[in-house]
């Protein structure tokens, strides 16, 4: 029984709901602008815009992705810092962007979506917040990403432990790690950004490592500052070079994921060789050498991982962990590993998708037990039985070789086509035809089974025995995809009468 008061009604209501101020909301905000579409609201449940680049504040964060390619099509940047932008630049850039297209008055800040109901008789979405706020749209836009949930682990004796413990997405600043004994659980890409920055000041780091990852070298440099200047006054010559990123990513990340054999092959050589250009011990060599198939999991960057894991002060431990002490961490041989202060470095709960908002559709169906078996859309972005619920960087659409904004933008503009058609024929509302999406995810997931991430049994691309999240094609194809909606794969509902 819920004992929270009825939530109190917004005075004006507006025709779409935008969740979340992160790449993707913003995206699809400034697109709904462009075409005139302005009675929207997003939703927002922190105090400021940026999703995870909001978030994660640890030290070393930045993107993955070179900040040419990693930044809207539409919004050239001249000043970015580095070629591989750090977490303040890109926040900085976020920002800028929502100024500069007067977004701000749009977003609504601390406003935690609890619940969306479709009202089958009036045909709108019903959202509520936490902080009992109701909103009545035509339009639900789901645009809260994948990863911001942080998962940490259940231990044993978790509560045992006396000292500081934080994940990376929840970073303390408040704690010096000067000379202290600091234990990291987890060595995924967060964890290969913060653990350089912190190996320096730690007395002994402890990386808890559960299996390598492949990782090559970013060859990350400051931009110049003539670079700086031709890319303001020329911007056609970052266009070039951001066209260039993009192939890269098409021509030979791609065919990594696709299991090519040559590429698969050029992988190994390039990241043995930069092991053995940083790490001298052949035992911890060893350790950080996986054995599964190179693009199976998430292909990390970096240029100073290796050296702070080389370090006399690191240690890197193989052995599983069996549960926590008051004073550090006990691993399954019986050997404890004292510890100040404990880091999570664990990543992020990317399934079940959506979660915790309870969002129901026709018939009041929750959206979580459609997806019991793992969640699925028609191009990541409608799912039958929702009408006018919409997702962006939903199921199926992450990437392990390209920029996300790329997919974003894509999405961003299928769904104001949707909203301008529906319009034009004078139509309330769609829904994907059960069918379609059913025969779509069908090849989709035929595709995904010859995949890199296909070849270990699990990974945080995969619920319920099917791979969740990545696109099975290249950015190019899901493009083609998304450039025209095909109204004959929906349900067209008119006015109720």
Not at 156 to 173: L, V
Not at 272 to 291: F, G, H, M, T, V
Not at 371 to 392: D, E, K, R, V
Not at 452 to 459: D, G, L, P, R, Y
Request: hydrophobic share 40%; aromatic share 10%.
């Amino acid at each position: 029984m819920n004992d929270r008061p009825p939530p109190k009604d917004n005075r004006s209501q507006p025709r779409i709901v935008i969740i979340g101020t992160g790449f993707a909301g913003i995206a699809l905000a400034i697109y709904l602008k462009k075409a005139g579409i302005t009675d929207f609201v997003i939703l927002e449940k922190a105090a400021g815009i940026g999703g995870t680049w909001r978030e994660n504040t640890y030290p070393g964060a930045e993107c993955d992705v070179p900040s040419a390619l990693y930044s809207f099509s539409f919004e050239h940047n001249a000043e970015w810092q580095y070629k591989w932008a750090e977490q303040c630049q890109i926040l900085d850039y976020l920002h800028h962007v929502c100024d500069k297209h007067e977004l701000n008055a749009h977003i609504r800040f601390g406003q935690e979506v609890a619940a969306a109901t479709w009202d089958e008789k009036v045909q709108h979405w019903h959202v509520e917040t936490h902080q009992d706020l109701a909103l009545h749209c035509q339009f639900l836009v789901s645009a809260v990403g994948q990863l911001h949930h942080p998962a940490i682990p259940a231990l044993a004796n978790e509560t045992a432990f006396r000292g500081p413990h934080f994940h990376s997405a929840q970073w303390r600043h408040d704690v010096d790690l000067s000379g202290k004994n600091v234990a990291v659980i987890g060595n995924a890409a967060s964890a290969l950004q913060f653990i350089p920055q912190i190996a320096t000041s730690a007395g002994r780091l402890t990386v808890f490592q559960r299996s390598p990852n492949w990782v090559l070298p970013k060859m990350d440099r400051p931009y110049r500052t003539w670079e700086q200047w031709l890319s303001e006054k020329l911007p056609v010559v970052t266009k070039i070079y951001r066209l260039r990123l993009w192939l890269l990513g098409e021509l030979v990340l791609f065919p990594l994921m696709r299991g090519n054999r040559l590429m698969a092959a050029w992988a190994r050589w390039r990241a043995r060789r930069y092991i053995a250009s940083r790490i001298a011990d052949p035992a911890l060599r060893e350790k950080l050498l996986p054995d599964y198939p190179v693009g199976a999991k998430r292909i990390l960057f970096s240029d100073n991982y290796f050296d702070a894991l080389a370090r006399a002060n690191v240690e890197v431990v193989t052995t599983p962990i069996a549960g926590l002490c008051e004073s550090g961490v006990i691993c399954t041989d019986g050997s404890e590993v004292p510890a100040d202060v404990l880091i999570y470095g664990t990543g992020f709960k990317t399934n079940p998708f959506l979660a915790p908002m309870a969002i129901r559709g026709e018939g009041g169906k929750l959206l979580a037990d459609t997806w019991g078996q793992g969640a699925h859309a028609y191009l990541g972005i409608t799912t039958s039985g929702f009408p006018n619920l919409f997702m962006m960087y939903g199921p199926n659409t992450n990437l392990g070789h390209n920029s996300i904004v790329i997919m974003l933008e894509a999405q961003a503009r299928y769904i104001v086509q949707c909203l301008q058609g529906l319009a034009a024929r004078n139509a309330v509302a769609l829904d994907v035809r059960s069918e379609v999406e059913a025969a779509y995810n069908d090849r989709l997931q035929a595709r995904l089974a010859g995949m890199a991430w296909s070849q270990i049994e699990t990974s945080w691309y995969m619920d319920g025995g099917r791979i969740t999240n990545n696109w099975a094609g290249s950015t190019c194809e899901y493009l083609r995809l998304c450039r025209r909606v095909d109204w004959t794969d929906f349900k067209i509902l008119k006015a109720a009468s």
